[in-house]
């Protein structure tokens, strides 16, 4: 991908936009433009074919480069005409304000399920929209409206942090209200007991939905490339620990790796797709993730 189209895609960048809106659509536009430009066509929201316009249809499917050329108005006709319900879940949790590089958890999550609806709607399909901690905090229902995607974006351009982690009780609940089989991309550090977690995702699984589970990680907690000794606090308790940094690395940076390899293990026997992402990683890793991810289901 060219780097006009990945600059607005790190995060870094994305930090120092003004608005959720703003920034969804430089994401997004900016890695389709990146993916007319690759070998992988086929994860493409490449048009097909053009059709006259009808009253009623979106006006942002207007092509105005066509009607200056043939003064008629045509909108475009997608591939990937699925009507897809996807449904978003944020985890708002106090753990997620966690930074060491200037972007927290919250803020990578946030840009990144903007991204997701922008994409979502541009391709007509329906977006939902649940935030929560150890409760559900908020919750939008599935639309396709460019109005929708106005109020969904300023929900989450709104969003503070909330109370401690307890993921299976919100999954639990969700899986049950939530009735129509979509495509549900759960955002999270995910740090909670495992067993909870997949047994919430399991949950989802049975009820139909097809899953994709992000695990938003900030770099430091991935690396542990603290030195010294250094005094962490849990930012859910309050529990303070003083630790000998080079002293604890090896048994941290085991214990994370144990409990990835339950989650990807778990998730694999779900059929689950389940994905690492640091707050430092470019957006459009992600982006493709979930079109890959799709494209499996």
Known sequence: MPPAATRFIDPTVLSRIG???LL???????FVAGLHRSPFKGFSV???????????DDPMRIDWKRYARTDRYYVKEFEDETNTSLHLLVDVSHSMGYTST???K????????????????????????????????????ARSTTGHLHTLLTLLDKTMLGARTDLGKPLHALAEQQKRRGFVVLISDLLDDPAALIDGLRHFRFTGHEVLVFQVLDPQEVSFDFTD???FEDLETGEKLLVVSEEAKAEYLENLERFRETLRRECGLLRIDYSLLTTERPLDFALFEYLAARKRK
Do not use: H, K, W
Request: glycine share 8%.
């Open 106 to 141: 919250l803020e990578y999550a946030s840009y990144l399920a903007a991204s997701l609806a922008y994409l979502m709607v541009r391709q007509r399909d329906s977006v939902s929209l649940t935030l929560f901690d150890s409760d559900v905090v908020a919750r939008l229902p």
């Open 24 to 30: 969804a659509r430089g994401v997004v536009e900016g």
């Open 102 to 104: 200037g972007v927290t």
């Open 19 to 21: 608005g959720l809106e």
């Open 46 to 56: 490449e048009f097909m074919e053009y059709r006259p316009y009808i009253p009623g």
């Open 229 to 231: 000794v250094i005094e």
